[in-house]
Structures are given as structure tokens and as C-alpha cells.
């Protein structure tokens, strides 16, 4: 997930999520604290901790936002407390083990790839034996909703387009197998909330999970899909939620909406199957829905999954991934094959962008094509 400056300084705007981290590391660190702060942004609590007093603190960060990050630091005072690594953190090699781990990774939910094995890595190689993980647990929640705007929202995005007499049914089809941030609100519940899962970051090895649980609607309504959202115990005094009625200023609750609505009475049961699964480069959610509404009625089931909502699983694509499945180049690969060859070769991105004019002369492109062409790989692959 890439973020802008925008995105970094918005969250800055949480007051769940910054009071929480602020007042646990406000009593942790110390001046003999050694600090990293995993995935540090645009580097606000990396910047805390050197501001607290901590002897050294490492930011690590692939986002080119940690420079602003730097900049934070120069105009607090505290650079010269402060080591920057713009990298993937299992790449990065600290010359010591930290006191302080601060790894806030998450999305709308914290389901994240590339997350939980940050996190892990950490605190096996870079966190000494009983040091501090933040956060240490989040716990998932869910509940029934009543929510006509977020099914529309999710399943008719085009609501305010003019009528053009397109039948549109089949992008309604795909699109109830997604789900969006939203703000969930208590007036639109109609069950209590029930646990769905526990992450404890100290301990945890997968974010894989599934859980069925029974609801009993609580008051009529129509029921048009389920909040779900998480709950983060910084530590054992700290706790803040993204769930019912607080406002959204980055993430809200994940809204999932069910194929369609469902008209619910006080007494009826709705049981959730809920689970996620990690595909490779994708969380996988899946959740079966089954519904009795009445006494003596029969129960209906409906059957959902973001597997179905992508739209990179083309036969096409399937096949390229089948273990017998042999790869030509495409003109592209040819391209890229050549640019790194010759960076293994020690050659300049000038040197490297005159032999592609060279060798690919139908491409009709100028010298400061392939020289960007050369600098988007060295970002890519370059150390």
C-alpha cells in the first residue's frame, strides 16, 4: 500500500490512534531506549522518540515520505538521534537490538500483505529478549447493518449517472463480492457486535482466520451486508476502535454488503462464515450468509468472496501462473532483461539508455525516454 504526504499527514488528524501511541511511548522510552519505529512514514513517531529522550532511534521506510521525515527531525533538533533506512525492513541490518518496536502497518483492516511478516521479523531478529511491541493486539469485530447508502455505495457506485438505458447488472454482480471503508453508526446496527478474531502481534505467525457466529437481530430492519472493523491494544492500558459512531478520518469500518438485502425481524437468526485467507500477493476474504427469517422459514444462503470481485484472474493470466506454463519475453521483458544485464555490468543509466536507442531502434524513442525508462528499474531493483 503506497501513501502520500497527504495520507501520512491526514492520519496525524486520529486522535485514537496518535494519543494512544504518544502516551505509551511518552512512558516507555528513556535515555537508554534504543527505538525503531517499523514503517515510520513520514517519521512522526520516530521524531517522538528522539524528542522523549530515546539514545538512538532507526526509522525504516520504503515510501520516499521518510525524507520529509529527515526534515521533521532537522527542524526538531533531534537528527543526530535518528538513523534512516529507506528499505524494506527484512533487508535492513541494525547494528543492535531495539527496546522499542512501534509497527502501526495496518489498512481499514489489519489484514495487510507484507504486515504481519514485517512485524515478525522484527521482533525475532530485531527486538531484544522482552522488549516492547506496539501494538500488541487487535481484535476484529462485527455486526449486522442496516445500511442502504453503503450497499448502493458498494454495489452502484453509478447511482448519480443519467440514465443511458444500460442494463448494468453484471457490475453489480462483481462488485457485492468487495468491500469499502465506511463509517459505521450504531443506529444502523442491527445486532450487537460479537468477536470475530484476536491478533496478538507478540506471538501471532498468520493473519489467516475464520470464524462462524450466530446473530440474533435485535430490532427490525433491512439488513444490507456487516460492519467489520478492529480494535488496537497499544498496550494493556491503551486501547482505541475504528468501530460504531467514531469518525472516520483515515479508516473507518470495512463494509461487506451481502448479493442482496434482507428483510429481518427481532427473533431471526443470521449466521456469518467469515474468513481470509492469504493468496499469494492477496488477502482472500470469503463469507457465506445464512439467513432464517420467520419461525418456520427455510434458510437462505448467500455465498460471497473477493476472489470473485478481481479483475486479474483472467483464464490468460490463470495459465501464465500453471507450474508447467513456459514464458516467452514480451517486448518489455526483452527491454527490462537488457536494462538489468547491463546495470550486473556496472554500466551507467547514460551508457545503459544509448544501448537501448541501439537495440531497439523500432521503439522511435529519444534519449531521455530510455533514460527514465533505466531510472524507473533502478528504483525498482537497485540497492
Excluded at 224 to 235: K, M, P, S, T
Excluded at 339 to 365: C, D, H, Q, R, V
Aim: aromatic share 8%.
Amino acid at each position: 500500500m503506497s501513501y502520500s504526504i497527504l495520507d501520512y499527514a491526514t492520519m496525524l488528524g486520529d486522535p485514537g490512534r496518535m494519543e494512544n501511541y504518544s502516551a505509551v511511548l511518552k512512558r516507555a522510552v528513556t535515555p537508554d531506549s534504543v527505538v525503531l519505529d517499523l514503517g515510520t512514514g513520514a517519521g512522526y513517531f520516530a521524531v517522538l522518540a528522539g524528542l522523549l529522550g530515546a539514545r538512538r532511534v532507526y526509522a525504516i521506510e520504503p515510501n520516499p515520505a521518510i525524507e520529509v521525515g529527515r526534515e521533521l527531525a532537522r527542524e526538531n533538533g533531534v537528527s543526530h538521534r535518528i538513523q534512516w533506512h529507506q528499505a524494506q525492513s527484512t533487508d535492513v541490518v541494525l547494528p543492535e537490538l531495539v527496546d522499542i518496536v512501534v509497527a502501526d502497518l495496518r489498512g481499514v483492516l489489519p489484514q495487510c500483505v507484507g504486515n504481519l511478516p514485517a512485524i515478525m521479523d522484527a521482533r525475532t531478529r530485531l527486538l531484544k529478549p522482552g522488549g516492547l511491541l506496539l501494538p500488541q493486539k487487535d481484535r476484529l469485530f462485527f455486526t449486522i447493518a442496516s445500511d442502504p447508502q453503503a450497499f448502493k455505495d458498494c454495489v452502484e457506485p453509478w447511482q448519480q449517472l443519467a440514465a443511458d438505458q444500460l442494463k448494468l447488472d453484471c457490475y453489480s454482480k462483481a462488485l457485492c463480492h468487495g468491500f469499502m471503508s465506511r463509517e459505521s453508526k450504531s443506529e444502523n446496527l442491527l445486532t450487537s457486535p460479537k468477536l470475530w478474531a484476536e491478533i496478538d502481534y507478540r506471538t501471532a505467525t498468520t493473519m489467516d482466520h475464520q470464524n462462524s457466529v450466530e446473530f440474533k437481530i435485535e430490532r427490525a430492519g433491512t439488513g444490507h451486508g456487516f460492519y467489520l472493523w478492529f480494535e488496537c491494544q497499544v498496550d494493556d492500558d491503551h486501547v482505541y476502535s475504528f468501530g460504531p459512531d467514531t469518525p472516520v478520518v483515515v479508516y473507518g469500518s470495512a463494509f461487506f454488503p451481502f448479493q442482496h438485502p434482507l428483510k429481518l425481524s427481532p427473533g431471526d437468526s443470521v449466521t456469518l462464515d467469515l474468513s481470509v485467507r492469504l493468496d499469494s500477493d492477496e488477502y482472500q476474504w470469503t463469507w457465506v450468509t445464512k439467513a432464517i427469517q420467520g419461525a418456520t422459514a427455510s434458510p437462505s444462503t448467500l455465498k460471497q468472496s473477493t476472489f470473485l470481485n478481481r479483475t486479474d484472474l483472467t483464464p490468460k493470466v490463470l495459465r501464465k501462473k500453471q507450474p508447467a506454463s513456459i514464458t516467452q519475453l514480451s517486448k518489455r521483458g526483452r527491454i527490462t532483461h537488457r536494462i538489468l544485464t547491463l546495470m550486473l555490468k556496472g554500466k551507467s543509466n547514460g551508457s545503459i539508455a544509448e544501448a537501448l536507442a541501439i537495440e531497439f531502434p523500432a521503439a522511435n524513442k529519444s534519449h531521455e525516454h530510455w533514460l527514465a525508462v533505466v531510472g524507473e528499474i533502478a528504483l525498482d531493483f537497485g540497492d
